[in-house]
């Protein structure tokens, strides 16, 4: 495979023109060694369309290791509906690319599942639910889980409560593992970054927050936090942990020498601009939790309510699990002195031989 080590092995992506929308329609399936692929759908403007295949390659690679990690039976997949730089997003449009979306996941026969992403709500689930069964997320009314940010707040903030024992707590903290007077950036408060700012507010933490809406402005002000309207001046603040909380590739191996907090935790996916990143940051005393555990609460909500039939309460629970997960990885980090993305990726491994062993 020399010249290949880039190649993410995925078992198959499926490349088709919407009918309705005349736009590309990507569904990249990873692997199904741990159960039927699943991934949200997202969908975003592009320079050209290949970068919305490239996204869907990485981001459905990215869910393979989320629900390795999560010890959840799915794998990995993902859908990208490239839309040109300028589109016009109109409602009708968008119905239009919901069915396209439902059609090409139903002619995949099971074998691929969706939820929200980027671009999508859990009331688009439910347009995309008119071709194909195959939706996670629909509104509780139409017999979904709802909308996943609130776990996936919840998971990010238990990730940073692991980290934060490890730090030893803010300035003013009175014991180990309290966000209390820890300084935190929270990058990017869409429907997952403002929730988790609204939490580390009530857990004490000192907010530095931004946003490129700059109407997000009065979340800051309401959290009486400092705000910053360019959000490479908030991943590079001096605070003690960084959260990315928007699109991903924020973390450049440009940026690294910039950055000044101590720990870097988060639910955006694919943060990382390139894996050597990883490396940058161990070097420079950075923890970075892999944002495929920081992010994976509203997949686990989702699947523990919907395919294993649990409570709310203990989709909660399981959620609150990322942070003995996030615990486990810093010890073993530590033990072995490499990164965290290096044992969390031999986490990943292990579960998928596991099962491909059996
Ligand atoms: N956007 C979600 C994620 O990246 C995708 C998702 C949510 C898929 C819920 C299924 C169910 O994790």
Redesign the pocket.
């Given at each position: 495979m020399s010249g290949f080590s880039q190649w993410p092995g995925h078992e198959a992506v499926l490349i088709r023109t919407g009918a309705r929308s005349g736009l590309p329609i990507v569904v990249a399936m990873h692997s199904s060694t741990l159960g039927p692929s699943?991934?949200?759908c997202r969908i975003w403007r592009y320079a050209r369309w290949q970068d919305g295949v490239e996204d869907a390659l990485r981001?459905s690679a990215a869910?393979t290791a989320?629900f390795a990690a999560a010890g959840l039976a799915r794998g990995g997949g993902?859908t990208v509906v490239a839309m040109p730089e300028g589109y016009e997003l109109t409602p009708e449009r968008k119905r239009g690319i919901l069915h396209d979306v439902g059609d090409a996941i139903e002619s995949l026969e099971g074998r691929y599942?969706?939820?929200?992403?980027?671009g999508t709500s859990p009331e688009d689930m439910v347009v995309i639910g008119e071709r194909t069964s195959q939706v996670?997320?629909k509104p509780a009314e139409f017999g979904g889980s709802g909308d996943?940010s609130p776990a996936?707040a919840a998971g990010s903030v238990a990730a940073l409560r692991a980290v934060a024992a490890r730090l030893g707590g803010g300035a003013a903290d009175t014991g180990a593992g309290t966000l209390r007077g820890l300084r935190i950036a929270v990058v990017g408060l869409g429907s997952v970054g403002a929730r988790i700012a609204n939490l580390l507010s009530e857990a004490g933490a000192e907010l530095v927050l931004s946003d490129i809406d700059a109407s997000k402005k009065t979340l800051a002000d309401g959290l009486a936090a400092q705000w910053h309207a360019d959000p490479r001046a908030a991943l590079t603040a001096d605070v003690d942990v960084v959260v990315p909380a928007a699109l991903g590739g924020v973390l450049t191996a440009a940026i690294v020498p910039e950055l000044r907090c101590r720990a870097i935790v988060g639910p955006a996916?694919n943060q990382l601009a390139v894996p050597e990143v990883a490396d940058a940051l161990h070097a420079r005393g950075i923890a970075w939790v892999p944002d495929y555990i920081a992010?994976?609460g509203?997949?686990i909500?989702?699947?523990t309510v919907e395919l294993d039939k649990r409570t709310e309460a203990e989709a909660r629970q399981r959620v609150r699990g990322i942070e003995g997960t996030v615990a486990g990885l810093l010890q073993s980090a530590d033990t072995h002195g490499v990164t965290l993305a290096a044992v969390a990726e031999e986490l990943v491994r292990e579960r998928l031989s596991a099962v491909a062993d059996r």
């Amino acid at each position: 495979m020399s010249g290949f080590s880039q190649w993410p092995g995925h078992e198959a992506v499926l490349i088709r023109t919407g009918a309705r929308s005349g736009l590309p329609i990507v569904v990249a399936m990873h692997s199904s060694t741990l159960g039927p692929s699943a991934g949200g759908c997202r969908i975003w403007r592009y320079a050209r369309w290949q970068d919305g295949v490239e996204d869907a390659l990485r981001l459905s690679a990215a869910m393979t290791a989320k629900f390795a990690a999560a010890g959840l039976a799915r794998g990995g997949g993902k859908t990208v509906v490239a839309m040109p730089e300028g589109y016009e997003l109109t409602p009708e449009r968008k119905r239009g690319i919901l069915h396209d979306v439902g059609d090409a996941i139903e002619s995949l026969e099971g074998r691929y599942a969706t939820g929200p992403d980027v671009g999508t709500s859990p009331e688009d689930m439910v347009v995309i639910g008119e071709r194909t069964s195959q939706v996670f997320c629909k509104p509780a009314e139409f017999g979904g889980s709802g909308d996943s940010s609130p776990a996936t707040a919840a998971g990010s903030v238990a990730a940073l409560r692991a980290v934060a024992a490890r730090l030893g707590g803010g300035a003013a903290d009175t014991g180990a593992g309290t966000l209390r007077g820890l300084r935190i950036a929270v990058v990017g408060l869409g429907s997952v970054g403002a929730r988790i700012a609204n939490l580390l507010s009530e857990a004490g933490a000192e907010l530095v927050l931004s946003d490129i809406d700059a109407s997000k402005k009065t979340l800051a002000d309401g959290l009486a936090a400092q705000w910053h309207a360019d959000p490479r001046a908030a991943l590079t603040a001096d605070v003690d942990v960084v959260v990315p909380a928007a699109l991903g590739g924020v973390l450049t191996a440009a940026i690294v020498p910039e950055l000044r907090c101590r720990a870097i935790v988060g639910p955006a996916n694919n943060q990382l601009a390139v894996p050597e990143v990883a490396d940058a940051l161990h070097a420079r005393g950075i923890a970075w939790v892999p944002d495929y555990i920081a992010s994976a609460g509203g997949v686990i909500n989702a699947i523990t309510v919907e395919l294993d039939k649990r409570t709310e309460a203990e989709a909660r629970q399981r959620v609150r699990g990322i942070e003995g997960t996030v615990a486990g990885l810093l010890q073993s980090a530590d033990t072995h002195g490499v990164t965290l993305a290096a044992v969390a990726e031999e986490l990943v491994r292990e579960r998928l031989s596991a099962v491909a062993d059996r």
